[in-house]
RNA sequence: GUGCCCAUAGCUCAACCGGAUAGAGCACCAGCCUUCUAAGCUGGGGGUUACAGGUUCGAUUCCUGUUGGGCACACCA
């Protein structure tokens, strides 16, 4: 028999066929397939007999009737069901949900990875953060949300790049550069004469230390020698960005996040896109002057007031470099950029798009993406810890990592919707107890591995097992979890939203640690043993695909 | 005052672009280890989906208003 992996697309067809015979005019109606929740109601239903019923005025019940009659024969549909206001609902063959069981093995780390892409370039950028201090619990998590989401668009089929953008050369880093000069000079925050929007951070006295023993800092995109002279500010700015930069690299580096490409601000001075993209704002003709200050006419394209371009004094508001930057990405030739940040930057959104499109050079209304997270919230000992960079109080990831560990983190951080806000329990997460839902599936995964240790045969040779024997409901529902899989990664990468896949992973676990209590895998006829033995590999198999997409290990013991 | 996001079990969160009896975990109650890992499983109680309207065969989902929470509202970045 031929061998179906996706189901839902192909029901879809057979329904296009057989609509098209019943209402060639509603040919062009959206079908949707779609799993129902109850196992009665069969593995996947359609509701196209209740949207035709208006048009077709005639009543569902008839109309599925009509459409099951022209409905295509296939080799995977084991019958089809009439219920409820005019579901149709479909059942599929035994043979064909087994077949995943293979499908599955035979595919190993490949399962899932889905051509949706295209290879067509696509960036993520994300984290961004400015090198004034260490990454805290929001820059978490957007690295986990965002680095999630690179790996499911990865297994998609889009080319993805990752990429870091962030400021070298702004009012921020100069308010760096003197509170490290202050610290050299042997000056402490409770100085009175410490400047009101100075960085207290104890953080700053280690760079102070550095720079004046002239070591030398390596991050991922930059190098430099500490001087040592307390009057060069060129050289205290550069060493404290460097050193700083170095710091994020490392924390980025212990929770499994890396970037393929760093953006400079300053670059886009020094390069001149920053005119550049002034002097086409102007050409394009959506500009204006008044009061001594060059405006641009966002209103034209959905913002409630105009923005200043150019202020009075010469200087650039910060929207332009960022025009000017997503100018750039779109000349680097993405046909999807995405841009991962703190829901306190919405504002940016309307402006960066209206800018584009004031460019008038064909980069699409929507252009880019905003993938907005809510604010963290931290509880530690019952009590909210406030967050504040000035005054050098606030919970780092490192802090995170250290105490709860980098898997928890990871999983805490990107399984809930990035729109809603997040109340991370550091007592909560740090308690090495059942609560953590990670170690749910981890513990899942390792008792596979157990499992297929103890019975020591070779793995290939589950390829050939008799799955027809995989017959039981705990079985059934594992093998269409399994199906299921890449309509998730499919899901969580059109939707952008990669909590779906913490979800997921956490029902295959469940399907499977149900399994586990209910029946033995190492019984005495051979036949059994082998086609429940392939059954938990390929779990085992899709939970460590998943949890590779999250950034989370797949332990083999625990 | 204006704009954006959110509101679902006591707590933390789901719900497949409008579907069938709204689901998990924690907590609570009652069971399951001489067997491949009890970091597990099985069963139970717990809901007017903030509130009030509207749209239709059908609404947690879409629209309007109200209430409550978060964020943003400079020629700051």
């Known amino acids: 028999m031929s061998v179906v992996l996706n189901f839902k697309s192909h029901i879809s067809e057979l329904f296009a066929q057989a609509l098209r015979e019943v209402a060639p005019d509603a040919a062009q109606i959206d079908i949707l397939i779609e799993r129902p929740k109850q196992v009665s109601h069969g593995d996947y239903a359609c509701n196209l007999a209740m949207q035709l019923a208006r048009p077709l005025r005639k009543s569902p019940r008839d109309i599925a009737q009509a459409l099951i009659a022209a409905l295509p024969a296939s080799d995977v549909i084991e019958k089809v069901e009439i219920a409820g206001a005019g579901f149709i609902n479909l059942f599929l063959t035994k043979a064909a949900k087994q077949a995943i069981v293979h499908a599955v093995l035979h595919a190993g780390a490949c399962y899932g990875h889905i051509h949706l892409g295209a290879g067509r370039k696509l960036q993520v950028e994300f984290v961004s953060a400015n090198p004034t201090g260490p990454l805290h619990v929001g820059h978490g998590r957007g690295a986990a949300v965002g680095d999630c989401l690179c790996n499911v668009l990865h297994a998609a089929g889009w080319n993805v790049t990752r990429e870091f953008y962030y400021?070298?050369?702004?009012?921020?880093?100069?308010?760096?550069?003197?509170?490290?000069?202050?610290?050299?000079?042997?000056?402490?925050?409770?100085?009175?004469?410490?400047?009101?929007?100075?960085?207290?951070?104890?953080?700053?006295a280690d760079v102070a230390r550095a720079y004046m023993a002239r070591e030398t800092v390596e991050a991922d995109d930059q190098r430099t020698t500490g001087k040592g002279e307390v009057d060069d500010e060129v050289?205290?700015?550069?060493?404290?960005?460097?050193?700083?930069?170095?710091?994020?690299?490392?924390?980025?580096?212990?929770?499994?996040?890396?970037?393929?490409?760093?953006?400079?601000?300053?670059?886009?001075?020094?390069?001149?896109?920053?005119?550049?993209?002034?002097?086409?704002?102007?050409?394009?003709?959506?500009?204006?002057?008044?009061?001594?200050?060059?405006?641009?006419?966002?209103?034209?394209?959905?913002?409630?007031?105009?923005?200043?371009?150019?202020?009075?004094?010469?200087?650039?508001?910060?929207?332009?470099?960022?025009?000017?930057?997503?100018?750039?990405?779109?000349?680097?030739?993405?046909?999807?950029?995405?841009?991962?940040?703190?829901?306190?930057?919405?504002?940016?959104?309307?402006?960066?798009?209206?800018?584009?499109?004031?460019?008038?050079?064909?980069?699409?209304?929507?252009?880019?993406?905003?993938?907005?997270?809510?604010?963290?919230?931290?509880?530690?000992?019952?009590?909210?810890?406030?967050?504040?960079?000035?005054?050098?109080?606030?919970?780092?990831?490192?802090?995170?990592?250290?105490?709860?560990?980098c898997d928890a983190t990871r999983y805490f951080l990107a399984a809930r919707h990035p729109d809603s806000q997040l109340v991370f329990d550091i007592d909560l997460a740090k308690s090495k107890t059942n609560d953590n839902p990670v170690y749910y599936i981890q513990y899942a995964h390792a008792r596979i591995s157990t499992v297929l240790e103890t019975w020591g045969g070779e793995r290939l040779s589950l390829l050939q097992a008799d799955?027809?024997?995989?017959?039981?409901?705990?079985?059934?529902?594992?093998?269409?979890?399994?199906?299921?899989?890449?309509?998730?990664?499919?899901?969580?990468?059109?939707?952008?939203?990669?909590?779906?896949?913490?979800?997921?992973?956490?029902?295959?676990?469940?399907?499977?640690?149900?399994?586990?209590?209910?029946?033995?895998?190492?019984?005495?006829?051979e036949a059994v043993k082998c086609a429940r033995l392939a059954l938990i590999a390929a779990a085992a198999q899709v939970m460590s695909n998943g949890l590779a997409l999250l950034g989370v290990s797949a332990p083999e013991k625990m």
């Open 235 to 405: 050289a205290i700015r550069h060493f404290a960005v460097a050193y700083l930069r170095r710091e994020q690299d490392l924390d980025l580096r212990a929770f499994n996040v890396e970037f393929d490409v760093f953006s400079l601000e300053s670059a886009l001075y020094s390069e001149g896109k920053v005119e550049e993209t002034v002097g086409r704002l102007i050409a394009s003709g959506h500009t204006y002057e008044q009061d001594d200050a060059l405006w641009l006419r966002t209103t034209d394209f959905g913002d409630d007031k105009d923005r200043v371009m150019r202020k009075t004094d010469g200087g650039y508001t910060y929207f332009v470099p960022d025009v000017a930057y997503h100018l750039e990405k779109w000349r680097r030739g993405f046909v999807r950029v995405i841009n991962e940040q703190g829901a306190d930057h919405h504002s940016t959104i309307t402006r960066v798009r209206a800018g584009l499109q004031a460019l008038d050079i064909g980069i699409p209304k929507g252009w880019p993406d905003y993938v907005l997270h809510q604010m963290v919230t931290v509880l530690k000992n019952g009590e909210e810890v406030k967050i504040s960079k000035r005054a050098g109080s606030y919970v780092t990831l490192r802090d995170l990592i250290d105490e709860v560990g």
């Open 467 to 525: 799955f027809g024997l995989l017959d039981s409901e705990y079985e059934t529902a594992l093998l269409q979890l399994m199906i299921d899989y890449p309509q998730v990664i499919e899901s969580a990468a059109q939707d952008l939203a990669p909590h779906l896949l913490a979800f997921y992973l956490k029902d295959l676990a469940a399907a499977f640690h149900s399994y586990y209590n209910a029946s033995r895998f190492l019984v005495d006829d």
């Open 167 to 204: 400021n070298d050369a702004g009012a921020q880093i100069e308010n760096l550069m003197r509170s490290v000069q202050l610290r050299c000079k042997g000056i402490t925050p409770d100085d009175p004469s410490w400047p009101e929007g100075g960085y207290r951070g104890d953080y700053i």
